[in-house]
């Protein structure tokens, strides 16, 4: 138990600069909250639903981080700041970073039947301050949830999705794997969240002067490939 914990909060710190030790990380309040919710969780499924609720309302109140006591959340699961929440059906897979004031919502069902009405995010997922994600959609491994974006439809594996409605950029997963990006962007090493949209744009240019560059390419072989047929059978 004590080799996992010292494992999460490393995983906290490779993903934080701002902690200079453990100790430091450990008041947290996304970890704390998440601590907590372990409890609420444990309580939730043994079906004492009143004690569930009781420790997920003292987790809201000393962190600010709802966290329905139904959701199911795997390992190193990272809240940065807080005032997030996340809803009853939620599913959040392992390595996921949260920045502040995210909603993993749910959808009312027309036919007012229950079930699986929240999100799921697969694992290395990173959601931006201020995004929603609303409805049971999946997000998939390694996918980026850009700052304040609006999510109702899957996001496929290592997408990076900005806007409102979120729609995916052009940038492509390769260009970015690393071990982790923060702020839920690939667009530079120097990224700051004030000029996200500029750095967007960027990234969007250089992959469409990269496309065009490639079709020029292209056009240029075909037309070589057709003038020197021109000249054989001239000759022939």
């Known amino acids: 138990m004590f080799n996992g914990l010292v494992a999460y909060l490393d995983s906290i710190k490779a993903r934080d600069p701002a902690p200079r030790s453990r100790w430091e990380i450990l008041l947290y309040p996304g970890l704390i909250a998440v601590g907590m919710h372990r409890i609420a ?46 809803g009853e059906t939620a599913e959040i897979g392992d390595n996921v970073t949260i920045y502040q004031c995210v909603t993993l919502g749910g959808t009312d069902p027309a036919n007012g039947i229950g079930g699986k009405r929240h999100p799921t995010l697969a694992d290395d997922v990173i959601v931006g301050s201020g995004a929603q994600i609303l409805g049971p959609v999946t997000v998939h491994t390694r996918a980026r949830i850009g700052a304040n974006a609006v999510v109702t439809k899957d996001v496929p594996e290592g997408a990076v999705m900005v806007g409102i409605p979120a729609r995916s950029t052009l940038v492509d997963a390769a260009e970015y794997a690393r071990e982790f990006v923060p702020y839920g962007t690939p667009c530079s090493e120097t990224f700051d969240p004030a000029t996200q949209k500029v750095e967007i744009l960027q990234c969007q240019l250089e992959q469409l002067q990269k496309q065009l560059a490639a079709l020029v390419a292209e056009r240029d072989a075909a037309e070589s490939d057709g003038a020197g047929r021109g000249k054989g059978r001239s000759r022939a």
């Open 41 to 86: 969780h444990w309580l939730f499924e043994a079906d004492l639903f009143f004690l569930a609720r009781l420790v997920n309302h003292l987790s809201r109140w000393l962190t600010a981080i709802d966290i329905h006591p139904g959701a199911k959340i795997g390992r190193h699961l990272f809240i940065d700041h807080g005032f997030s929440v996340i």
